[in-house]
């Protein structure tokens, strides 16, 4: 997208043709050969054979992009990221996130309320949006606290968050304990047909443990947090949403026993999603092994037989979508003690590739595996993103699903570098990544140049 | 050399041939405690650190005992992890004492694998003195030669390890060990402090003590923290006694030749009778003896071969016991 031309004269840029690739409708559940045209950072048309028709009228001035044995999708949304500002900004920004994310080719990112102060008021939401806007790569919806001050006690102001533009409430990171809260909160956040997101772990069952429960923690001798201080909290849940008729959202479901229970409840038909993040579908408790605080998160990975139960939950669609929980931490914060480390990994930049491995391994078709980071994800919250349709924003991820790249957390976007997957060879990686017709990163040529991208954007 | 390891961080995984040197090592230097001068210059020169993050009197003296023996000079540094938490890094703390060139850390801390992440950070020898619940490996190590001391041999024998298992370091570092060199392993104890999920590492779980020592050859008592009889795990210490106090009567169920083992320190009437800790089938003295022995053994085969090592080669131990014999010098005085 380097060849952009002299500021054009108005409003509207040059139409945008993406040609010769093949189409991924996470929708239709299919792929097809058509070429894309994108005009006004708007899908203008979707046909086979465009780019035939278009060029003789006017090629000069219609941007192409060769997008022969790419594959062309709708850009990713991430709906579990914590963008660390404002408060942590040692951690990530707003613009290294949504850099991150676009390098991935997440175009639309949902960013949890636990930062400093919380997202538990207006003011603090419209300055995440602000954040967002300036840097202009990612889409950010900001995701309001349950309670004030993410203590538990007093629920936020939904309404006031809710006009200023939340899209849904969470304590994430810190587990309702208050039964009667949570309850409160699924009644009100159905006013304003938001879904409040569990954080779904038992503090009293959770003892201070460090990791999974099970034989690696007895051998490793590091207190174990049982699959049932998560089975707890889903359990109770269910009850309330049942009674509410609120939407509840389970986030970053772990255990077999949470599954199986969500898997009822939808049939009982209560009004319950869940998503699974990339690691805990790829990597088992034994990743903690040698005390690798990188493989320290919340809840913490489980073992096989729960991976497995996680795999199927996906296949059969229990498990909506996949977040990746995106949580940025320092060095000094991973480099230490296992007991001390602090939980979580980054997860924007090996998304994708981790998520195409599930096409590879035979568990979902590329298109259903898509769906789960685009049209899935924005359905729970009810974003208008996620779809490749005439009409909607141009949000793309344009993959080449051959590319083959060593993870190397020197080389991430990202602001913090603690990724369990470091060295794992990946395939398949977002070449140009575009927001509303603006490409917002280009890795198209054979060596990335860093902070390319951020020229490109200004408008 | 038989043991090329560059730390000693646990017995998980070492195989038994190490597990045999070690234990030989150890073995041999058991008679330098008994001479009128207790000391040979294997370590002359040499500066082991002795960083103890928890209380501890037996292990830290006990290494520096043998550190002395060993003629190497040793550092004590006594430091609380929450006054680190507030300050300086373990990593940091670790970077700056092998700024000074020592050659080997011993470390003792609360958290586990602690150790583990020091030898990531560091280029000198770590040796763990028990890290959280994890591994205490010299202690399993003294136990180990006390009971092929006492009964010729570990392959074949049944050990029943007693009591807190689940917190206990010492209990974990005997499974690897005692796995490793062909024993079998019973945990005894309440479901809350042996939970289940051991069987996955190779032990027999069994929750009635009378049961649990049947047809034993050794018993190995681990201490029970007081601070964890708190209502949790255990309604009180009195009902944990009532039930794990290992009385003569219970010692009965086990072979006439069982052994007693203790790692200390003691409570007595609360895991462990008077009559049984003070009668013909307690160790326990034994252990402690063995432990300088043990450590003598690691940090020679740790340190002394570092310099000279490679000249040395595999007959290390002896050859410097035959250097150093202050008896020999004597007589050539």
Redesign the interface.
């Known amino acids: 997208m380097s060849e952009r031309t002299a500021p054009s004269a108005g409003r509207s840029e040059p139409p945008l043709l993406v040609a010769g690739g093949t189409l991924v409708d996470p929708v239709a559940k299919r792929t097809r050969r058509a070429d894309l045209l994108v005009r006004d950072g708007v899908i203008a048309a979707i046909e086979a054979g465009i780019s035939e028709q278009l060029p003789r009228r006017g090629a000069s001035t219609i941007h192409r992009i060769d997008a022969t044995g790419l594959l062309v999708m709708p850009g990713f949304v991430d709906i579990h990221v914590h963008l660390r500002e404002p408060g942590f900004e040692y951690k990530e920004t707003i613009a290294t996130g949504t850099r991150s994310a676009v390098a991935g080719g997440v175009t639309s990112v949902a960013c949890m309320a636990n930062t400093r102060p919380v997202n538990d008021s207006p003011a603090v939401t419209r300055f995440i949006l602000e954040r967002a806007h300036a840097a202009a790569l990612a889409k950010v919806f900001p995701i309001g606290a349950v309670s004030l001050g993410l203590a538990g006690e007093q629920l936020a102001p939904f309404a006031g968050m809710f006009d200023s533009g939340i899209v849904a409430v969470s304590d994430d990171g810190h587990p309702v304990m208050d039964a009667e809260l949570m309850r409160r909160a699924l009644e009100c956040a159905k006013m304003f047909g938001m879904p409040v997101i569990d954080h779904a772990e038992d503090r009293a069952l959770v003892a201070g443990g460090v990791m999974h429960e099970g034989a690696v923690s007895l051998r490793l001798g590091l207190r174990g947090i049982p699959a049932a201080a998560e089975d707890v909290m889903v359990a109770r849940d269910i009850a309330l949403a049942g009674l509410t008729g609120g939407h509840l959202h389970v986030a970053h479901i772990s255990s077999a026993g949470s599954v199986r229970m969500v898997r009822m409840a939808r049939a009982a038909g209560i009004r319950i999603t869940t998503e699974v993040s990339p690691h805990h579908l790829w990597l088992t408790d034994e990743a903690v092994t040698a005390y690798r605080t990188n493989a320290k998160m919340a809840p913490p990975l489980r073992t096989e037989g729960d991976r497995q139960a996680l795999l199927e939950g996906l296949a059969d669609g229990t498990i909506d979508c996949i977040a990746t929980d995106h949580a940025p931490h320092h060095k000094d914060e991973k480099d230490v003690e296992f007991d001390c480390a602090a939980n979580g990994v980054v997860g924007l930049e090996t998304m994708l590739p981790l998520v195409l491995r599930l096409v590879e391994d035979g568990v979902l078709d590329l298109p259903t595996a898509i769906a789960k980071i685009s049209s899935e994800p924005a359905a729970v919250l009810g974003l208008p993103v996620g779809t490749l349709e005439v009409g909607r924003a141009a949000d793309l991820a344009i993959v080449d699903p051959a590319r083959e790249w060593k993870v190397d957390s020197a080389e991430m976007f990202s602001k913090s570098k603690n990724t369990p997957f470091e060295g794992w060879t990946m395939r398949g990686r977002s070449v140009l990544t575009m927001v509303d017709g603006r490409t917002v990163h280009d890795d198209r040529a054979p060596q990335p140049v860093r902070g390319a991208a951020e020229r490109e954007v200004r408008p | 050399m038989l043991f090329a390891r560059p730390h000693l961080l646990g017995l998980?995984g070492l195989t038994a041939e190490e597990i045999d040197f070690l234990l030989d090592s150890a073995e041999s230097f058991k008679e330098v405690s008994e001479r009128e001068i207790k000391k040979v210059p294997a370590l002359r020169g040499r500066t082991v650190v002795n960083l103890f993050y928890e209380a501890s009197t037996r292990t830290r003296t006990s290494f520096e005992i043998a550190a002395k023996r060993l003629s190497a000079d040793t550092i004590n540094l006594s430091a609380s992890a929450s006054s680190a938490?507030k300050g300086e890094?373990?990593?940091d703390t670790a970077r700056n004492l092998a700024a000074m060139r020592p050659d080997a850390i011993v470390v003792r801390?609360p958290?586990?694998?602690?150790p583990?992440?020091l030898a990531r950070h560091v280029d000198c020898p770590i040796i763990n003195a028990g890290?959280?619940?994890?591994?205490h490996p010299t202690q399993a190590l003294l136990d180990l030669l006390t009971i092929r001391e006492r009964k010729g041999r570990i392959a074949g024998l049944t050990v029943a390890i007693v009591g807190d298992v689940?917190h206990s370091?010492v209990a974990?570092s005997n499974l690897f060990g005692l796995l490793t060199m062909g024993a079998k392993v019973r945990f005894v104890g309440p479901p809350t402090l042996v939970?289940p999920?051991?069987s996955?590492?190779g032990a027999e779980i069994v929750w009635d003590l009378h049961e649990g020592l049947k047809d034993v050859d050794v018993v190995m008592m681990l201490r029970i923290q007081r601070e964890r009889m708190n209502g949790r795990y255990f309604s009180s210490l009195d009902e944990y006694s009532r039930l794990y106090c290992l009385s003569a009567d219970a010692v009965a169920r086990a072979r006439k030749d069982v052994i007693i083992l203790h790692p200390g320190p003691m409570n007595r009437g609360v895991e462990i009778s008077s009559t049984v800790a003070d009668g013909p089938y307690s160790v326990i003295m034994d252990q402690v003896t063995n432990g300088v022995a043990v450590r003598m053994a690691v940090l020679y085969v740790l340190v002394g071969r570092r310099k000279a090592g490679a000249e040395q080669g595999e007959g290390a131990v002896p050859i410097a016991l035959a250097e150093a014999s202050p008896r020999r010098a004597a007589t050539g005085e």
Do not use: M, Y
């Open positions: 998980e938490a890094t373990l990593t801390h958290s586990s694998g602690a583990d992440l890290d959280g619940a994890h591994e689940l370091r974990r939970p999920g051991f996955e590492l």
